[in-house]
Every structure is written in C-alpha cells, then in structure tokens.
T-cell receptor, first 116, second 115 residues
Framework: AQTVTQSQPEMSVQEAETVTLSCTYD???????LFWYKQPPSRQMILVIRQEAYKQQNATENRFSVNFQKAAKSFSLKISDSQLGDTAMYFCAFMIPGGGADGLTFGKGTHLIIQP | GAGVSQSPSNKVTEKGKDVELRCDPI?????LYWYRQSLGQGLEFLIY????????KSGLPSDRFSAERTGGSVSTLTIQRTQQEDSAVYLC?????????????FGDGTRLSIL
C-alpha cells in the first residue's frame, strides 16, 4: 500500500517570504506521479504542480517548485515570494500506474497561512 | 460549465435517511473519481469510473455506499441509512483518461452533515 506523510500540520510565514512544505511517501513502485494540490476555503482542489518519477529534473511552475529526492522518497514544495492568496491547505498526493483503479493517495495536508 | 459540477453544495439530513450526491464531470472526460474528506483529514479515495464501469469498488467504506455512472457522464454516489460518521465533504474529480499523465480536476464538493 502507498502512504503519503505530511509532517507539518500548520505553517505560518510573512508575505514575500519563501516557504517549504515537506512530503514523504512510501511505495515499492518505480514509476509514479507526485502532485501538490491547493485547497482554499472554497473547498475546490486546485492542482499546483506535478512531477513524474522517472524525470530527474525538478518541476517548476512560476513561484512554485519542487525538490524531488527519489531515493529518499521526498517531494517538498517551495513557494517563493509568498502571497496572501497562497493561504490554503496544501495536499501532497501520489498515483501509480493503473492507478486509475486506486485514485490518488493523499497526505493529511499542511495548513499554510501567509501573514500580511 | 467548464469545470466539474457537484450538487447539492450542502446537504443536511437525519441519521437513517438515504442521500444521493451528484457529479457532472468535465465534458469529454472519461475518468471520474469520488473522494471523501473528513474533518481534519486528507482525501480518502472511494471509487473510480472509466466510462460507465467501476473496476474496483473495494474503496467504498461499507455496503451502504454505492455509486453509478450512466452514459459515461453524470455519476451519483448514494449513501443508504446514513450514520453520523458519514458526515464529510464528498469530492468528485474527472480526467481525460485514467492514466498517470492526466491530471484530475476537482469539483467544489458536497458537504454532508448527518444529524
């Protein structure tokens, strides 16, 4: 079974600072995808960034980047120049091949608060 | 609409009643997923449809839960004889296919409260 662990239930930083959210996972699969989703109070889950396990290069999307360490099974999210609108729950998630039948496996989330 | 649509947005019902939750995926998306998000928890995968079929129903929490999808589009999640522990936000997602490279797009969810 796959598991995803987010060890930081809540984090708070000042606007414009850089923040890193941690995520570790456990799987015996070699090919998989990793995702970070953002869930603001509106409840909608919004895909922030994704990483394919066979790609060594870390994914980046504007202010969002990941540090993917496959051997360590670590997938942290870095948010640069944080903005008030980044305040939300952030979930790390994982999917394996044929994973349609299993869906995404999510961590319990990190509540990120950006202070003005 | 362009996104995944779920209804109702909120549902309050008495213990023991049956409820039906609806999900209308993005047009053309063949894969559809249901998740449950309990208070303070991450999302728990319930069931996946590829077209109208659900290859694995073992993620459903109990036999009081059932789901169907007709016409390869709208899906309904039915909970019979609701219990208080069924209170949660039920999220639906869809994707173009069930492959790894197809991101899931989520609806706003249905908040279910069992009194």
């Amino acid at each position: 079974a796959q598991t995803v662990t987010q060890s930081q239930p809540e984090m708070s930083v000042q606007e414009a600072e850089t923040v890193t959210l941690s995520c570790t996972y456990d799987t015996s699969e070699n090919n998989y995808y990793l995702f970070w989703y953002k869930q603001p109070p509106s409840r909608q889950m919004i895909l922030v960034i994704r990483q394919e396990a066979y790609k060594q290069q870390n994914a980046t999307e504007n202010r969002f980047s990941v540090n993917f360490q496959k051997a360590a099974k670590s997938f942290s999210l870095k948010i640069s120049d944080s903005q008030l609108g980044d305040t939300a729950m952030y979930f790390c998630a994982f999917m394996i091949p044929g994973g349609g039948a299993d869906g995404l496996t999510f961590g319990k989330g990190t509540h990120l608060i950006i202070q003005p | 609409g362009a996104g995944v649509s779920q209804s109702p947005s909120n549902k309050v019902t008495e213990k023991g009643k049956d409820v039906e939750l609806r999900c209308d995926p993005i047009s053309g998306h063949t894969a559809l997923y249901w998740y449950r998000q309990s208070l303070g928890q991450g999302l728990e995968f319930l069931i996946y449809f590829q077209g109208n079929s659900a290859p694995d129903k073992s993620g459903l929490p109990s036999d009081r839960f059932s789901a169907e999808r007709t016409g390869g589009s709208v899906s309904t999640l039915t909970i019979q004889r609701t219990q208080q522990e069924d209170s949660a936000v039920y999220l639906c997602a869809s994707s173009l296919g069930g492959g790894l490279d197809q991101p899931q797009h989520f609806g706003d969810g249905t908040r279910l409260s069992i009194l």
